[in-house]
């Protein structure tokens, strides 16, 4: 089991990796922006920026968890919850992977 877990969290690792990158690209022509009383470039350029900005970061937590399941298995802590040292049930972890608190911790 933990094996096709590993396999699961690596692919996953690799996927928000490159979602990640794709967001931190420079975006294209950005020219001059200029915010007034109403909705232009500028203001939708922002918006698009903040917009690319959380979903980064929103990456990175995912990651982050990620990294920390992969450890949790090679620490041999996979599928126990790190709070109350109960098993993760299989349903949870089926569904994410990367958890690692049964569902009340989490």
Request: charged fraction near 25%; hydrophobic fraction near 40%.
């Amino acid at each position: 089991m933990h094996e096709r877990a590993r396999a699961e969290l690596e692919a996953k690792a690799v996927q928000i990796q490159a979602e990640m990158d794709q967001l931190s690209r420079p975006m294209q022509e950005q020219g001059n922006i200029s915010f007034g009383k109403r909705v232009g470039d500028g203001t939708a350029m922002a918006v698009d920026r903040h917009s690319a900005v959380s979903a980064h970061d929103n990456l990175a937590d995912i990651l982050a968890q990620v990294r920390t399941a992969l450890a949790a298995i090679e620490a041999g802590g996979y599928g126990t919850c790190a709070v109350c040292g109960e098993p993760i049930p299989p349903a949870r972890l089926e569904a994410r992977p990367w958890a690692t608190t049964c569902v009340r911790h989490g």
